[in-house]
DNA sequence: CGGGATCCAGAACGATACTG
DNA sequence: CAGTATCGTTCTGGATCCCG
C-alpha cells in the first residue's frame, strides 16, 4: 500500500468551512459541548438514561463503578444543560426518578453513530496501539520516511 | 400514566440492548474511545485535519490557544491509536505533516453528526443552563414536583 | 433513599526553557 | 521547524462523613 491520497474532503462535511471560519475559541460550540459529554461519565449516563428512566439507585447497578459524588454531579450538570430531567416523588422514602429530555433524546442520534464506530473500529485502535508502543520498544521503525518535501 | 411516555425505545439505537448486556467497565469500547477524542484538543486536531494535511506549525494557526506540549502530545496520542499518520521530510530545517488515517477519516463521520448536533442545539442548551442557574439564585421553582410515585 | 460538604490524590494542562 | 524536559497549577474524581 503506497499511502492514502493527501485527505480527499469527503463529502457531506463541512469541516473545513466549519473551522476555516476562524471560531472563537471560548464560545465555540465543539468545546461547550465536548466538555459536557466529554467527561468520564455524562455519555454513559445518557445511554443508561435512553431506554427508560431510572431512579438514582438503579444508577448505581447500571454504573458499577461509579461514585456517588459523581453520579450527583454528572446528573447536575446534565439537567443544567436541559438533557435530563428531575422528577422528585415525595413518598416515605423520597424518591427521584431521572429521564432524558427532548433535547437529550435528539443527542442520542449522534451519540449512537459515536458509539457504533467504537464499537466497530475498536479492534483496530488496539492493534494500532500494540504496534505502535512495539515500535517504540523496539528500534524505532523509519521505513515512513519520506523522501521529498511537498 | 399522564406524563410523556417513559422513552420510547427510539429505532435504530441498541442502547437498551448494549448497556444491558452489561459492560464490563474496564474494556468498554466506549470509554476507550471516549477518553481519547474526549480530552480537550482531539477532536478539534481530527477536524483541522479533516480537509486536507498540516505542518506542525500549521496547527497552531488553526488551533490558537493550544500550547506546544499538549500539540505534541496530542499528536501522539491519535498516532498511536492509528487516527493520524506521522510523515518526516528530512529537508534543511525538518519538516513533519501530519494526515488523517483511513481508520481516522472514518471517524469523521459520526464526528461530523455530533459536532453538527452541538452547533444545532447550542442555544438550546445556553438556554437551558441561564434557566436553571436563575432557578437556583432565585427561589427554587418547585413546579415540577410530581404528586404521585411510579 | 437521595443527596450535600469536605478533603485529598492523581491526572490533565499551561508556561517556560532547552535541543537537533 | 519541530520537538523534549521540567515545573507548577488547575481540574477531576474518589473516599468519607453528615443530613433530611
Given amino acids: 500500500m503506497p499511502e492514502h491520497p493527501p ?32 467527561d468520564k461519565w455524562s455519555m454513559l449516563m445518557l445511554t443508561a438514561l435512553a431506554a427508560r428512566h431510572r431512579r438514582f439507585g438503579e444508577l448505581f447497578r447500571v454504573m458499577p463503578d461509579i461514585s456517588k459524588r459523581m453520579l450527583t454531579q454528572t446528573l447536575r450538570d446534565l439537567e443544567r444543560d436541559g438533557l435530563v430531567t428531575r422528577h422528585v416523588f415525595p413518598t416515605k422514602p423520597p424518591g427521584v426518578e431521572y429521564r432524558l429530555s427532548p433535547l437529550g433524546q435528539s443527542v442520542l442520534e449522534p451519540l449512537s453513530a459515536l458509539v457504533g464506530w467504537a464499537d466497530r473500529h475498536f479492534p483496530d485502535i488496539e492493534a494500532a496501539r500494540a504496534r505502535f508502543d512495539a515500535a517504540q520498544t523496539g528500534q524505532p521503525d523509519t521505513s515512513l520516511i519520506e523522501q521529498d518535501a511537498a
Fill in 7 to 38: 485527505a480527499p474532503a469527503r463529502p457531506g462535511l463541512d469541516f473545513a468551512a466549519w473551522q476555516a471560519a476562524g471560531f472563537d475559541p471560548a464560545r465555540c460550540p465543539v468545546r461547550n459541548v465536548l466538555d459536557r459529554i466529554g
